[in-house]
């Protein structure tokens, strides 16, 4: 089992939320969630370039910090829906200012970013 060699900083909202939501899929899977895609089957549809193995980890973490309710019916084959919380409610509008803040600033930020990985890939 993973075990942090580095306890993590708890000191403020910007910490607290870095802790909940690191995760390189953890904002698009409550987002998805929200709009309705419930399976993961279909959240793995909606984030192909995501292994399953780390969707079903990250999933684990945004339901032990409450964010996300996961239901398993009783049927063969199993069937397991994901829903979010109240509290998980909560952080759709934030999700979604951060969108519409990278769709305004698209163009810059896809040149940054670009320009950074040229630069990592020259050394």
């Given at each position: 089992m993973y075990e942090r060699k580095i306890p993590?900083?708890?000191?403020?909202?910007?910490d607290l939320i870095g802790e909940v939501l690191y995760g390189k899929w953890k904002i698009r899977l409550l987002w998805f969630?929200?709009?309705?895609?419930?399976r993961p089957s279909e959240l793995q549809r909606k984030i192909p370039d995501a292994s399953r193995r780390v969707l079903n980890m990250q999933l684990k973490e945004l339901e032990d910090h409450e964010l996300v309710t996961k239901k398993i019916y009783p049927v063969v084959p199993p069937k397991v829906e994901y829903s979010l919380t109240e509290f998980g409610y909560t952080l759709i509008p934030v999700i979604s200012v951060l969108g519409e803040w990278g769709d305004k600033n698209e163009a810059r930020l896809r040149t940054v970013i670009l320009n950074r990985l040229e630069n990592i890939a020259e050394k």
């Amino acid at each position: 089992m993973y075990e942090r060699k580095i306890p993590p900083s708890l000191n403020c909202g910007l910490d607290l939320i870095g802790e909940v939501l690191y995760g390189k899929w953890k904002i698009r899977l409550l987002w998805f969630i929200n709009e309705g895609y419930q399976r993961p089957s279909e959240l793995q549809r909606k984030i192909p370039d995501a292994s399953r193995r780390v969707l079903n980890m990250q999933l684990k973490e945004l339901e032990d910090h409450e964010l996300v309710t996961k239901k398993i019916y009783p049927v063969v084959p199993p069937k397991v829906e994901y829903s979010l919380t109240e509290f998980g409610y909560t952080l759709i509008p934030v999700i979604s200012v951060l969108g519409e803040w990278g769709d305004k600033n698209e163009a810059r930020l896809r040149t940054v970013i670009l320009n950074r990985l040229e630069n990592i890939a020259e050394k």
